[in-house]
């Protein structure tokens, strides 16, 4: 970028906006409207496939957007709404690794083992249960996490 590119660039506008700012606020509005776009799709039964679409598209666009997380989990829900557990697990465990003792982090984890106890994988999922359980003990997923458990004993 030459000198007066960034002496353009660093300039106010005539409302005292510097430009890079407008470019700050024109990207957060784009981030928005993206995400809405997605979201008004993935609340139309017969769209998700669209929304799911849209959300990679977001993802690609923003891969640090504001909504980064709500759109992993929306991911994730629609793969587990499809029965399409394993592709669901991928992005549960991506919001896991991203968003850690976040309660939507652990929202993912808990999701994992819900994707490994519908794939039949009692085992595992009982492994990841117990992990909320022993790591997270007073989030709400603990709770839920023991009612799992809990429900999984009494099938066997």
Do not use: W
């Not at 005539?14 to 997605?38: L, T, Y």
């Amino acid at each position: 970028m030459g000198t007066a590119a960034v002496l353009h660039s660093q300039t106010a506008s005539p409302e005292g906006v510097s430009s890079a700012e407008e470019g700050s606020d024109q990207e957060r509005v784009n981030d928005d409207v993206r995400f809405e776009n997605a979201m008004q799709l993935y609340k139309i039964k017969n769209q998700k496939g669209k929304a799911l679409s849209l959300f990679g598209e977001y993802l690609e666009l923003f891969p640090e957007g504001i909504h980064r997380k709500e759109v992993i989990r929306s991911i994730g829900d629609i793969y587990l709404e499809r029965f399409d557990y394993k592709h669901a697990i991928k992005y549960y465990q991506q919001l896991y690794e991203e968003y850690g003792s976040e309660e939507e982090g652990i929202s993912g984890l808990f999701q994992t083992g819900i994707c490994y106890s519908r794939m039949g994988n009692t085992e595992k999922s009982a492994e990841v249960f117990k992990r909320i359980i022993e790591l997270y003990p007073s989030s709400s997923y603990s709770a839920k996490a023991r009612t799992q458990l809990d429900i999984e004993e009494m099938i066997k």
